[in-house]
């Protein structure tokens, strides 16, 4: 198999590289080609790594040409380009042109109603896609489907994330995951899907105080805009149960938590077009990236060592068998020394299992949310190779 990979030598793309190559892999990988507009960070990937199936491709996603030649003779496109940068339907676009199977990491709901919009277009071309397959969303939506299941009647399912950091408190601000997600998760609205339709909620409201297990403990968590409330409540094996409630809500740390509200009442993620500085237009999010990730640089050895614990969960309230039923499904990411070199192993472990999934069965033309198109039980074991602990309770 061949793998394209765009934006490959990103945050997210390097993680999804190692996983391909790694001793985890369901299907056999014969190439990786690292596309990505830095040589550099290809190059250094490359070395680190030093493994002979890995392919770099220098690639301006806006090339149209560009595009062509590097999804051509791949077997899937792995699309980790940032969603916000805007080059996500054009992308979409050049795995349908090339008849190359097609996969992203999604995150905001942006594009996913575009893109769900042209299934007959797909399936009547004989290419798969499926949107939205990182962590959150991805293995969200399957947790929200393994939910479902279990239900035969569906009230409502509502899905969080909390992460929290154990040790010394950081003098510098590291981003979770893509500082212009982050931001548009606090400075956008958010569409959920309330009394049975699709509602625009504002930034930072649905705020909900929940008790968990050590080391999150008392958590609130706010509406945040993700793609998974766009496609859970209407997805078939979902819609027909009568559901009439799907949320979603994040809990990020305490302390960056403030930061992140911080920036965005200073206007950071509300608008992004140009401001003039001495005669020079720039965008506010390229100049906040690049002080950012200055800072990051020059401050490594004040840096603490952190470590970072996820839970994700969805909890689904109906009945079962006649009588009112509650199911959780949760996945608990904790410190492991297997995820060593990875930003977010959640998201890119995750993008990494749904390519191998799609490519080790027999593909489905059209296109798909995770939820109408992974197997529970088939995703689940991937997850637990990797050691992300995966429950499920039923009760009443």
């Excluded at 979603?248 to 403030?258: F, Q, V």
């Excluded at 911080?262 to 003039?276: E, R, S």
Aim: proline residues 6%.
């Amino acid at each position: 198999m061949k793998i394209t990979l765009l934006g490959g030598a990103g945050l997210m793309g390097a993680g999804i590289v190692r996983d391909l190559l790694s001793d985890r892999a369901i299907v056999p990988v014969d190439a990786v080609r690292i596309c990505d507009a830095s040589e550099a960070r290809m190059a250094a990937l490359v070395a680190e790594l030093g493994d002979p199936r890995l392919e770099t491709f220098a690639l301006d996603v806006s090339d149209d040409a560009g595009l062509a030649a590097a999804l051509a003779g791949a077997d899937i496109c792995i699309n980790a380009v940032p969603t916000l940068l805007g080059f996500q339907m054009r992308i979409f676009e050049a795995a349908l042109a090339a008849r190359v199977p097609y996969l992203d990491l999604g995150g905001l709901g942006v594009f996913t109603v575009k893109q769900i919009a042209e299934h007959e277009r797909f399936r009547a071309a004989g290419v798969t896609a499926v949107v939205g397959t990182g962590s959150d969303p991805g293995m969200s939506n399957v947790l929200c489907r393994a939910v479902a299941d279990e239900l035969d009647t569906i009230e409502r399912i509502n899905l969080y994330w909390a992460a929290e950091l154990i040790g010394p408190e950081n003098p510098v601000l590291v981003p979770p995951y893509s500082i212009s997600t982050v931001l548009a998760e606090y400075a956008q609205p958010s569409t959920q899907f309330l009394d049975g339709r699709h509602v625009e909620c504002a930034p930072l409201t649905g705020v909900e105080t929940l008790d968990l297990p050590e080391p999150w403990g008392r958590c609130s968590f706010m509406y945040s805009p993700h793609s998974e409330q766009l496609t859970v409540p209407l997805a078939e094996g979902i819609a027909e149960k009568g559901i009439r409630e799907f949320t979603w809500k994040l809990h990020l740390p305490h302390r960056e938590h403030e930061a992140w509200v911080g920036l965005v009442k200073a206007g950071f993620g509300i608008n992004n077009d140009p401001v003039t500085v001495g005669g020079t237009a720039v965008k506010p999010l390229d100049v906040l990236s690049a002080v950012i990730a200055r800072n990051i640089a020059e401050n490594q050895s004040r840096i603490p060592a952190q470590q970072s614990h996820e839970i994700h969960f969805a909890i689904g309230r109906g009945t079962r068998a006649g009588k009112p039923a509650t199911v959780r499904c949760e996945v608990i990411i904790t410190p492991d020394p297997l995820y060593d070199g990875y930003v977010d192993a959640g998201t890119s472990m995750n993008a990494s299992i749904a390519a191998q999934l799609m490519l080790a069965r027999p593909l489905r033309p059209g296109v798909y949310a995770p939820e109408s198109y992974f197997n529970v039980a088939d995703y689940m074991a991937e997850l637990e190779k990797r050691r992300f602990r995966v429950r499920t309770v039923i009760g009443e």
